[in-house]
Protein backbone atom coordinates (compact mmCIF):
# COMPACT_ATOMS: atom_id res chain seq x y z
CA UNK A 1 0.00 0.00 0.00
CA UNK A 2 1.12 3.65 -1.21
CA UNK A 3 2.09 5.76 1.92
CA UNK A 4 -0.14 8.58 2.37
CA UNK A 5 0.90 12.19 1.46
CA UNK A 6 -2.94 13.57 2.29
CA UNK A 7 -5.20 13.54 5.13
CA UNK A 8 -6.96 10.44 5.55
CA UNK A 9 -10.31 12.80 5.35
CA UNK A 10 -10.72 16.17 4.56
CA UNK A 11 -14.11 17.81 5.27
CA UNK A 12 -14.92 21.79 4.28
CA UNK A 13 -17.30 23.42 5.99
CA UNK A 14 -18.97 27.07 4.97
CA UNK A 15 -19.62 29.15 7.62
CA UNK A 16 -22.87 29.60 9.70
CA UNK A 17 -25.37 32.28 8.32
CA UNK A 18 -23.68 35.93 8.99
CA UNK A 19 -25.14 39.04 9.67
CA UNK A 20 -23.93 40.14 5.93
CA UNK A 21 -26.04 37.33 4.37
CA UNK A 22 -28.91 38.62 6.04
CA UNK A 23 -28.64 42.05 4.76
CA UNK A 24 -27.28 40.94 1.23
CA UNK A 25 -30.95 39.04 1.25
CA UNK A 26 -32.82 42.11 2.39
CA UNK A 27 -30.60 44.83 0.29
CA UNK A 28 -31.35 42.25 -2.80
CA UNK A 29 -35.05 42.00 -1.64
CA UNK A 30 -35.46 45.90 -1.82
CA UNK A 31 -33.69 45.63 -5.13
CA UNK A 32 -30.78 48.53 -3.39
CA UNK A 33 -26.99 49.02 -4.91
CA UNK A 34 -25.41 48.51 -1.64
CA UNK A 35 -25.71 46.16 1.30
CA UNK A 36 -26.04 47.85 5.00
CA UNK A 37 -23.32 47.30 6.83
CA UNK A 38 -20.79 48.69 9.22
CA UNK A 39 -17.99 46.97 10.08
CA UNK A 40 -15.25 45.42 7.66
CA UNK A 41 -16.09 42.15 6.01
CA UNK A 42 -13.61 40.16 8.15
CA UNK A 43 -15.46 41.61 11.03
CA UNK A 44 -19.20 40.37 9.89
CA UNK A 45 -19.84 38.09 12.65
CA UNK A 46 -23.31 35.22 13.26
CA UNK A 47 -26.04 35.74 12.90
CA UNK A 48 -28.57 33.98 15.79
CA UNK A 49 -29.68 31.68 13.16
CA UNK A 50 -25.82 30.90 12.20
CA UNK A 51 -24.89 30.11 15.64
CA UNK A 52 -27.70 27.66 15.90
CA UNK A 53 -26.31 26.19 12.51
CA UNK A 54 -22.85 26.05 13.78
CA UNK A 55 -23.82 23.94 17.14
CA UNK A 56 -26.23 21.71 15.12
CA UNK A 57 -23.25 20.93 12.70
CA UNK A 58 -20.95 20.12 16.22
CA UNK A 59 -24.25 18.01 17.74
CA UNK A 60 -24.05 15.98 14.61
CA UNK A 61 -20.20 15.01 14.70
CA UNK A 62 -20.36 14.62 18.30
CA UNK A 63 -22.67 11.73 17.77
CA UNK A 64 -19.54 10.02 15.74
CA UNK A 65 -16.82 7.80 17.32
CA UNK A 66 -14.18 9.61 18.39
CA UNK A 67 -12.11 8.29 15.73
CA UNK A 68 -14.16 9.64 13.57
CA UNK A 69 -14.06 13.36 14.46
CA UNK A 70 -11.79 16.10 13.24
CA UNK A 71 -8.28 16.21 14.65
CA UNK A 72 -7.07 18.95 12.95
CA UNK A 73 -9.31 22.38 12.57
CA UNK A 74 -7.82 24.78 10.05
CA UNK A 75 -10.10 28.28 9.80
CA UNK A 76 -10.65 31.73 7.68
CA UNK A 77 -9.67 34.69 10.08
CA UNK A 78 -12.93 36.08 9.13
CA UNK A 79 -15.15 36.10 12.66
CA UNK A 80 -18.15 34.10 11.07
CA UNK A 81 -15.75 31.41 9.51
CA UNK A 82 -13.76 31.65 13.14
CA UNK A 83 -17.46 31.76 15.03
CA UNK A 84 -18.29 28.55 13.45
CA UNK A 85 -15.47 26.43 14.45
CA UNK A 86 -15.73 27.78 18.09
CA UNK A 87 -19.05 26.74 18.28
CA UNK A 88 -18.14 23.60 16.60
CA UNK A 89 -15.75 22.77 19.35
CA UNK A 90 -18.08 24.13 22.27
CA UNK A 91 -20.83 21.51 20.92
CA UNK A 92 -18.24 18.54 21.23
CA UNK A 93 -17.34 18.27 17.28
CA UNK A 94 -13.97 17.35 18.30
CA UNK A 95 -12.46 17.35 21.00
CA UNK A 96 -12.80 20.33 23.75
CA UNK A 97 -8.98 21.20 23.95
CA UNK A 98 -8.66 20.89 19.90
CA UNK A 99 -6.65 24.49 18.81
CA UNK A 100 -7.88 25.84 16.03
CA UNK A 101 -5.82 27.26 13.47
CA UNK A 102 -6.30 30.72 11.75
CA UNK A 103 -4.80 30.59 8.03
CA UNK A 104 -5.31 33.80 6.28
CA UNK A 105 -4.80 32.06 3.24
CA UNK A 106 -8.73 30.86 3.68
CA UNK A 107 -9.99 33.72 4.12
CA UNK A 108 -13.22 34.82 1.70
CA UNK A 109 -12.59 36.12 -1.97
CA UNK A 110 -11.76 40.06 -1.50
CA UNK A 111 -13.81 42.01 -4.06
CA UNK A 112 -11.81 45.47 -3.84
CA UNK A 113 -14.20 48.12 -5.58
CA UNK A 114 -16.89 46.06 -5.43
CA UNK A 115 -16.99 45.44 -1.86
CA UNK A 116 -20.80 45.86 -0.39
CA UNK A 117 -22.62 45.93 -3.79
CA UNK A 118 -25.41 43.99 -4.75
CA UNK A 119 -25.51 42.39 -8.24
CA UNK A 120 -27.69 45.45 -9.18
CA UNK A 121 -25.18 47.71 -7.55
CA UNK A 122 -22.33 46.42 -10.13
CA UNK A 123 -24.56 47.09 -13.19
CA UNK A 124 -25.86 50.64 -11.97
CA UNK A 125 -22.17 52.11 -10.15
CA UNK A 126 -19.43 50.17 -11.69
CA UNK A 127 -20.77 49.46 -14.97
CA UNK A 128 -17.32 49.10 -16.87
CA UNK A 129 -16.05 46.46 -13.87
CA UNK A 130 -19.75 44.59 -15.19
CA UNK A 131 -18.83 44.76 -18.59
CA UNK A 132 -15.26 43.78 -17.97
CA UNK A 133 -16.57 40.72 -15.80
CA UNK A 134 -19.37 39.84 -19.12
CA UNK A 135 -16.36 39.61 -21.45
CA UNK A 136 -13.47 38.05 -19.02
CA UNK A 137 -15.58 35.69 -17.40
CA UNK A 138 -16.08 35.36 -13.48
CA UNK A 139 -13.44 33.07 -13.16
CA UNK A 140 -10.72 35.54 -14.43
CA UNK A 141 -12.00 38.94 -14.09
CA UNK A 142 -10.51 40.67 -11.12
CA UNK A 143 -12.09 43.67 -9.86
CA UNK A 144 -9.62 46.58 -8.49
CA UNK A 145 -7.66 45.67 -5.56
CA UNK A 146 -9.62 42.66 -5.45
CA UNK A 147 -9.18 38.98 -6.29
CA UNK A 148 -9.87 36.86 -9.43
CA UNK A 149 -11.42 32.99 -9.18
CA UNK A 150 -7.71 32.27 -10.04
CA UNK A 151 -5.43 34.34 -7.83
CA UNK A 152 -7.83 32.68 -4.87
CA UNK A 153 -6.83 29.03 -6.54
CA UNK A 154 -3.47 30.31 -6.38
CA UNK A 155 -3.27 31.11 -2.57
CA UNK A 156 -5.19 27.39 -2.03
CA UNK A 157 -2.53 26.06 -3.68
CA UNK A 158 -0.39 26.08 -0.71
CA UNK A 159 -2.53 25.70 1.58
CA UNK A 160 -3.23 22.25 0.22
CA UNK A 161 0.82 21.88 0.50
CA UNK A 162 0.70 22.99 3.91
CA UNK A 163 -1.67 20.40 4.34
CA UNK A 164 0.14 17.61 3.14
CA UNK A 165 3.01 18.19 4.35
CA UNK A 166 2.06 18.94 8.42
CA UNK A 167 -1.18 17.00 8.41
CA UNK A 168 -0.59 13.32 5.85
CA UNK A 169 -3.09 10.55 7.67
CA UNK A 170 -5.32 13.03 9.95
CA UNK A 171 -8.66 13.93 9.69
CA UNK A 172 -8.68 17.65 8.88
CA UNK A 173 -11.15 20.08 8.79
CA UNK A 174 -11.97 23.63 7.44
CA UNK A 175 -13.93 26.12 8.22
CA UNK A 176 -14.00 28.94 5.15
CA UNK A 177 -16.51 30.46 2.51
CA UNK A 178 -18.08 29.34 -0.59
CA UNK A 179 -16.23 30.43 -3.22
CA UNK A 180 -12.86 28.92 -1.35
CA UNK A 181 -14.90 25.94 -1.32
CA UNK A 182 -15.34 25.38 -4.68
CA UNK A 183 -11.30 26.66 -5.80
CA UNK A 184 -10.85 23.49 -3.61
CA UNK A 185 -13.30 21.58 -5.42
CA UNK A 186 -10.98 23.06 -8.47
CA UNK A 187 -7.39 21.91 -7.28
CA UNK A 188 -8.39 19.06 -5.51
CA UNK A 189 -10.79 17.20 -8.25
CA UNK A 190 -8.54 18.47 -11.15
CA UNK A 191 -11.26 20.61 -12.75
CA UNK A 192 -11.65 23.15 -15.45
CA UNK A 193 -12.36 26.43 -15.31
CA UNK A 194 -16.17 25.00 -17.30
CA UNK A 195 -16.45 22.24 -14.79
CA UNK A 196 -16.36 24.45 -11.71
CA UNK A 197 -18.34 27.19 -13.15
CA UNK A 198 -21.42 24.67 -13.81
CA UNK A 199 -21.19 23.32 -10.34
CA UNK A 200 -21.88 27.15 -9.01
CA UNK A 201 -24.46 27.47 -11.40
CA UNK A 202 -25.79 24.82 -10.32
CA UNK A 203 -26.90 26.35 -6.39
CA UNK A 204 -25.16 28.09 -4.07
CA UNK A 205 -23.46 26.18 -0.68
CA UNK A 206 -25.67 26.10 2.11
CA UNK A 207 -24.40 27.86 5.40
CA UNK A 208 -22.62 25.02 7.72
CA UNK A 209 -23.10 22.77 4.78
CA UNK A 210 -20.46 19.67 4.64
CA UNK A 211 -17.77 18.65 1.48
CA UNK A 212 -16.36 15.48 2.49
CA UNK A 213 -13.00 13.63 0.59
CA UNK A 214 -11.54 10.64 1.70
CA UNK A 215 -8.21 9.42 0.71
CA UNK A 216 -8.13 6.56 -1.72
CA UNK A 217 -5.19 4.50 -1.81
CA UNK A 218 -6.25 3.92 -5.72
CA UNK A 219 -6.84 7.33 -7.08
CA UNK A 220 -3.75 8.35 -9.28
CA UNK A 221 0.19 7.41 -8.70
CA UNK A 222 0.47 7.18 -4.77
CA UNK A 223 -3.36 7.36 -3.74
CA UNK A 224 -5.66 10.74 -3.62
CA UNK A 225 -8.51 12.85 -2.19
CA UNK A 226 -11.86 11.26 -3.44
CA UNK A 227 -15.40 13.55 -3.20
CA UNK A 228 -17.58 11.80 -0.62
CA UNK A 229 -20.24 13.94 -0.17
CA UNK A 230 -20.60 17.44 -1.24
CA UNK A 231 -23.01 20.68 -0.18
CA UNK A 232 -24.25 17.97 2.98
CA UNK A 233 -27.08 19.63 5.06
CA UNK A 234 -28.25 16.69 7.11
CA UNK A 235 -26.43 18.58 10.83
CA UNK A 236 -28.95 21.43 10.38
CA UNK A 237 -31.89 18.89 9.12
CA UNK A 238 -31.47 16.73 12.32
CA UNK A 239 -32.24 19.32 14.56
CA UNK A 240 -34.60 21.24 12.76
CA UNK A 241 -32.57 24.22 12.25
CA UNK A 242 -33.42 25.83 8.97
CA UNK A 243 -30.98 25.85 6.10
CA UNK A 244 -29.79 28.65 4.53
CA UNK A 245 -28.10 29.68 1.30
CA UNK A 246 -27.12 32.96 0.69
CA UNK A 247 -24.91 34.29 -1.23
CA UNK A 248 -22.00 35.88 1.08
CA UNK A 249 -22.18 39.48 2.02
CA UNK A 250 -20.46 41.27 -0.68
CA UNK A 251 -21.08 40.78 -4.50
CA UNK A 252 -21.22 36.93 -4.08
CA UNK A 253 -20.04 33.97 -5.46
CA UNK A 254 -22.87 33.48 -8.53
CA UNK A 255 -23.83 37.46 -8.45
Known amino acids: MPSIHWPRQLVIVRHGQSAGNVARDAATLAEIDRIALSERDADVPLSDLGRQ ?17 PEVLLSSPYRRACQTAD ?99 YIIEGMTEEDILAIDRAGDIANCAITDYRFDPDAGHGGGLVLARY ?25
Not at 57 to 67: K, V, Y
Not at 87 to 108: K, T, Y
Not at 242 to 254: C, E, L, N, W, Y
Open 231 to 255: NVTAPMEQEATPVTKSPDAIAGARG
Open 87 to 185: LFRAAGGCRPNESICFDERLREKEFGILDGLTVSGIHHLEPQQAEFRRLLGKFYHRPPGGESWCDVILRLRSVMDTIALHHAGRRVMIFTHQVVILCLR
Open 53 to 69: QAMALGHWFAREREDAR
